[in-house]
């Protein structure tokens, strides 16, 4: 279960047994203790992040969470903490990178999909390509006012 799509299909509803807090296709007996961590974790960083950031739980053998940034129902971006403390962020599920905090972690991901940013760029000026035009355009009018 990829952990950027919350589930929500039958089956992945967590069902509270004693201590037990568990879906029915995990089955790894995720105890009530650990959820209750996740969701102080995850909010006690979506706190620290900003209110555009919501906190997200999951259990697939063990609780699990991310806090995640959406804009007009597009996740944005996502930001975790990994084994040994370090802070993960995603950026569309393709820019990466990890960091002893959870800005750091998020900055230089958005470092990473700037120099993409700029590969593209530089591409689609090279080839002269007529789908890069808006952006080309848009690039030397934004020049010109500086
Ligand atoms: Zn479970």
């Not at 299909?9 to 967590?14: L, N």
């Not at 979506?46 to 129902?73: C, E, I, S």
């Not at 802070?87 to 990178?97: D, K, L, N, Q």
């Not at 120099?115 to 530089?122: D, L």
Request: glycine letters at 8%; a positive charge; aromatic letters at 10%.
């Amino acid at each position: 279960m990829s952990k950027k799509e919350p589930h929500h299909s039958r089956g992945w509803t967590p069902v509270r047994r004693g201590k037990i807090y568990c879906s029915p296709m995990c089955g790894g007996k995720c105890t009530y203790r650990d959820y209750q961590r996740a969701v102080k974790d995850a909010a006690k960083l979506a706190k620290r992040l900003g209110p555009k950031w919501k906190p997200h739980m999951w259990d697939n053998l063990g609780w699990h969470w991310q806090v995640m940034y959406f804009t007009h129902g597009v996740l944005r971006a996502s930001i975790w903490r990994g084994y040994g403390g370090h802070y993960h962020a995603s950026i569309g599920g393709v820019y990466t990178a990890h960091a002893t905090t959870p800005e750091a972690a998020l900055y230089a991901a958005l470092k990473e999909l700037d120099a993409s940013i700029a590969v593209q760029y530089e591409t689609c000026s090279a080839l002269h390509a007529l789908p890069c035009m808006k952006l080309l355009v848009r690039n030397e009018v934004g020049s010109k006012t500086h």
